[in-house]
């Protein structure tokens, strides 16, 4: 658990239903994105009515959905935007990773600075306002792919256009279908710019259909129309074809399959048949210690 004594509460944890180590006295909970692994007891948080969710109004939508987490529990914070909770402010940073994360920057009033980024890739949005972060008496950093200098990774645009290029380049493509892998939130800047350049709309489950249509504006680029020819799935279901019943493994089995992961530089086995791509929402290797030694801070949790 990751708590912060400026704000004497929880980072992407909401422990009303088993014991915490420190119990929060303050009644503000910050919720840095919507992915499964950062919203440990989110539901629970609707037993405490003092409870409030800090987060962008993109993952306020999310949780909206997927969890019904009522609109009124959230206090929304936009990127660059700072609050003022008298003991403490809060300042938000566009993350850079999934729509709508945000680093947390809390600030005494007495001048201690605590950084948490949640998940995060490291670009403009983060070095523009790198004075804010510089210095934090306590940085907790998304340390994913940090252990190993084989997680080394192309810019994003670069991905994106060999994407978009093995589609076009395919010759049995439109009739040909597409499949890519990507988890219920996220990586909406590959997928957004493929619906573009398509020009379609790309086919996926009900849930995410619905989280995006929330979101709205350019964000609603998902159908439930099959006619898509274009579909997003989870990595076991592109890559292994787990979950897809048995009339259609063959057709899918015969589709072009595309994994855009970061952990592609490490996997073992590989299948032939699916395109790998080392395309990744977190810091590379590099990245993530160029920003720990940019940041110059006293004490460093690696998350």
């Known amino acids: 658990m990751v708590f912060s004594t400026i704000a004497q509460s929880y980072f992407d944890e909401f422990p009303f239903r088993r014991r915490a180590r420190r119990k929060p006295s ?42 019904g987490i009522p609109q009124e529990k959230c206090l929304v914070i936009k990127p660059n935007q700072s609050l003022d909770f008298d003991k403490f402010i809060v300042h938000a940073l566009d993350a850079n990773h999934c729509l709508g994360s945000i ?12 950084v948490y980024t949640g998940d995060f890739r490291l670009g403009s949005p983060i070095l523009d306002e790198l004075s804010l972060i510089k210095g ?18 192309p810019s994003r645009e670069v991905l994106i256009s060999q994407i978009i290029s093995l589609i076009l380049q395919d010759e049995n493509y439109p009739e040909r279908d597409v499949w890519i892998s990507a988890y219920q939130i996220g990586k909406e800047l590959l997928l957004k710019t493929i619906s573009e350049a398509l020009k379609i709309k790309i086919w996926a489950l009900d849930q995410k259909v619905r989280v995006y249509k929330e979101i709205g504006g350019e964000w609603d680029i998902f159908t439930n129309d099959t006619d898509s020819g274009v579909f997003v799935g989870s990595r076991r279901m592109v890559e292994g074809l787990y979950g897809i019943k048995k009339q259609n493994q063959a057709k899918m089995s015969d589709a072009l399959r595309i994994s855009p992961t970061g952990w592609s530089a490490r996997l073992r086995k590989k299948r032939l048949d699916v395109h ?28």
């Open 26 to 67: 303050s009644g503000y909970f910050f919720l840095s994105h919507a992915h499964s692994d950062h919203t440990s007891g989110l539901k629970s948080s609707l037993t405490d009515p003092d409870a409030t969710i800090v987060c962008s109004k993109e993952t306020e939508a999310v949780i909206r959905v997927l969890y």
């Open 103 to 114: 680093i947390y920057v809390i600030e005494s009033k007495e001048g201690l600075k605590e």
């Open 136 to 153: 934090a008496n306590h940085l907790w950093v998304d340390y994913t792919y940090g252990k190993d200098p084989i997680f080394q990774f």
């Open 276 to 303: 790998f791509f080392p395309y990744s929402d977190h810091c590379s290797y590099s990245e993530v210690h160029k920003f720990i030694e940019l940041v110059t801070a006293e004490r460093i949790t690696k998350i």
